[in-house]
């Protein structure tokens, strides 16, 4: 059975009720929050919606009618008021893309559940094991964009932060008996600090699974499809996958059809496919086709450097280490130490803390709690 829903819920369409949501927000010491995009619809990602909890009431706050975000800004980045998200990453990258705006104080509820060795931290398992409570989840794939949201979506939207506040209470809790609040803060810290990432200006093809394989001529015209296929996606303004599937435009790349009869005969796509970018598919491998040979590209090659023997087994101290550890203190071993860490301390081989800061990815916490440790396995291995 749920527990009865006490907080109310106001849709926000308008910039008044807008700035009355954030008066009233200003004024609390935490607030929850999660967001809604349009990702699987539309070419350009975008939030369509951002869901606000106080102790008192749920604000659901619609972007797409109040597209100046501008006013709720100096909440998020309010040092003073604590900031529950649950698997944070998205939400700042996302909020940050789309309003330039950074989160302070930030508390997330997925991260503090994975230090505290959760065996599932997916927001519906963890509001089933701390209040019994089962979400819906049908509204998972939906979209967004549409309007007007029906209510079954904006109680489903709600659900998503109705229980962030409570509970991070519980899990700060826990954390502080275990002696690694710390820890989180520090990682939270990380993850308000992310940002999207920098437009990427490699090929197309390099971002695509299965083209490493390929030779120069097919990348040639794997890339030339690929750029059609990103045109038409943002002409139709729907995301990529639905205009053409990325295995079978590797396909066409080694296959390389010169006629609608070529096309058809090879059953890569449906006849509705065809019908609609047909022509352009045959354009794009003719064009990829006249690449010069001197001028056909090559998929770039990642040439991993060869370990010595005692790297290796610097590497493999390390990892019994964090097995043990982790099984003692009852968390994931890849949350206590990355493998990208153990090898970053390997390479470097700090010999004392100092060397050991200047480690880039190295949090405070594991210095701080493990350093001395760590400096005597890398350097004394043998013994």
């Avoid at 480690?359 to 350097?379: A, D, F, P, S, T």
Wanted: glycine content about 4%.
């Amino acid at each position: 059975m749920q527990e009865e829903r006490l907080e109310p819920i106001q849709l926000i369409n308008t910039a008044s009720e807008l700035a009355a949501a954030v008066c009233h927000l200003n004024d609390q010491a935490i607030i929850a929050g999660d967001l809604e995009a349009d990702s699987m619809f539309h070419f350009q990602e975008r939030i369509c919606l951002l869901q606000l909890a106080a102790p008192d009431i749920i604000y659901i706050i619609d972007p797409l009618a109040v597209p100046d975000m501008a006013p709720f800004k100096p909440i998020m980045e309010n040092q003073a008021i604590k900031k529950v998200f649950h698997g944070a990453d998205y939400d700042v990258r996302s909020l940050y893309r789309d309003f330039n705006i950074s989160i302070h104080n930030l508390f997330d509820t997925e991260l503090a559940s994975r230090f505290l060795g959760y065996a599932e931290t997916g927001l519906n398992a963890i509001i089933k094991q701390e209040f019994n409570v089962e979400l819906e989840k049908k509204f998972q794939k939906k979209d967004w964009s549409q309007r007007p949201l029906p209510d079954e979506m904006l109680e489903y939207a709600a659900d998503d932060v109705r229980y962030l506040i409570a509970l991070q209470s519980r899990l700060e809790e826990q954390l502080g008996k275990k002696g690694r609040l710390a820890w989180v803060i520090e990682e939270c810290e990380n993850i308000a600090a992310v940002r999207p990432a920098p437009a990427d200006t490699r090929p197309l093809f390099t971002r695509c699974k299965g083209a490493s394989r390929l030779d120069p001529k097919s990348l040639a015209v794997l890339e030339a499809l690929l750029e059609m296929r990103h045109e038409k996606a943002r002409q139709k303004d729907r995301p990529l996958f639905k205009i053409l599937g990325t295995t079978a435009l590797i396909k066409l790349s080694q296959m390389r059809p010169k006629s609608m009869n070529a096309l058809q005969s090879l059953n890569i796509l449906s006849r509705k496919q065809i019908d609609m970018y047909g022509r352009n598919i045959l354009q794009a491998i003719k064009t990829g086709n006249a690449v010069p040979a001197d001028q056909l590209p090559q998929y770039p090659k990642h040439i991993r450097p060869k370990w010595s023997s005692a790297s290796i087994k610097k590497t493999h101290r390390l990892k019994k280490w964090r097995e043990n550890e982790a099984s003692r203190l009852a968390i994931d071993p890849g949350v206590f130490f990355s493998n990208a860490q153990i090898k970053a301390l390997v390479e470097k081989a700090p010999a004392d803390i100092e060397n050991l800061k200047a480690i880039n990815g190295l949090k405070k916490w594991q210095i701080r709690e493990y350093g001395e440790k760590l400096i005597e396995m890398v350097n004394d291995w043998e013994k």
